[in-house]
């Protein structure tokens, strides 16, 4: 199901024009995947995700021990399209210490007098982790977009049209270029859910007592800007999808599906790093060999 193929067809070129009405948000990429019913595709997510797991905390390991990369995992979606579930479960695997997760909420009076980049600048991972921003950077050329009154001072009051917009798409792609090439890898999943799901979830979070503290009638306020969050979301995937840090757009109507596709992409990813544990210089072999000698002969 998870193959090389389908993974680019998940892939957004660069330069290549989004409509995300053409995307599925289900689970029909390829023809093979159309075949499978509900249940089967079901089994097989929960079996490609429990292998990734294991791969993903032992290819992090390798991360730490080897110091040359970090990654970063961006996760921009509409409400209820299961960014926190796709983090627990895909996740789950890896040593607590080796990943950090940043969820950006809206920016404090301090924020505002930096650039939009600054306070996402400061929570980047140092080598060797793994960083995910639950929401980014991408909210300054999403959620205002859609909302310009949240964008604060503009530096020299500049006029808020399309060379502005420009400006910051402009400016994401030269920070994740100089990230990449700096030894931060950048992965980017938009997880892409329908309107009639995001609904039924919602309808899920009123009736379900258990998931009442989920509902927040700002979702249901921002449910009423759901063209003007797509074009922004199409506008945003087009002129951000690079060769350095291409985008994948992710199926997310069925929760499993969207968590094995991310915990794959991440698998692949860490595997083509070639990451290793760092080699053993022949001072340290000695020092090694005295220390033995110390330890197998203490009293």
């Not at 995947?33 to 595709?41: P, T």
Request: with cysteine; charged share 30%.
């Amino acid at each position: 199901m998870l193959d090389k193929r389908t993974l680019e067809l998940l892939r957004v070129e660069p330069g290549t024009k989004v409509k995300l009405k053409d995307r599925d948000a289900g689970w029909t990429v390829t023809p093979e995947m159309r075949e499978l019913s509900k249940d089967e595709l079901k089994t097989r997510s929960h079996e490609y995700l429990e292998r990734s797991r294991k791969e993903i905390g032992d290819a992090q390991t390798h991360l730490y021990a080897d110091d040359r990369y970090s990654v970063l995992m961006i996760l921009q979606a509409m409400d209820t399209a299961g960014k926190d579930g796709t983090i627990k479960h895909v996740m789950s695997g890896v040593n607590p210490q080796g990943c950090q997760v940043f969820s950006f909420k809206k920016p404090s009076a301090e924020e505002l007098d930096h650039t939009f980049l600054w306070r996402y600048t400061r929570a980047l991972p140092e080598r060797g982790r793994i960083g995910i921003f639950n929401r980014s950077y991408y909210e300054d050329v999403l959620i205002v977009k859609v909302h310009p009154e949240l964008l604060g001072p503009t530096p020299g009051h500049a006029k808020i049209n399309e060379k502005f917009w420009n400006a910051r798409y402009q400016d994401i792609n030269h920070l994740e270029q100089h990230l990449v090439r700096n030894g931060t890898i950048v992965l980017k999943f938009f997880l892409h859910l329908s309107k009639k799901e995001q609904k039924n979830r919602l309808l899920e979070r009123i009736d379900n007592p258990e998931k009442n503290w989920k509902f927040s009638p700002a979702d249901l306020a921002e449910r009423g800007f759901w063209k003007q969050y797509m074009s922004a979301y199409e506008d945003t995937l087009s002129r951000t999808s690079t060769e350095w840090a291409p985008w994948h757009i992710v199926p997310a109507d069925h929760k499993w599906v969207a968590r094995a596709i991310v915990g794959e992409v991440l698998v692949q990813t860490l595997a083509r790093l070639d990451l290793r544990y760092p080699p053993t210089t022949k001072a340290q072999r000695a020092e090694m060999a005295r220390a033995r000698r110390r330890l197998v002969n203490e009293a």
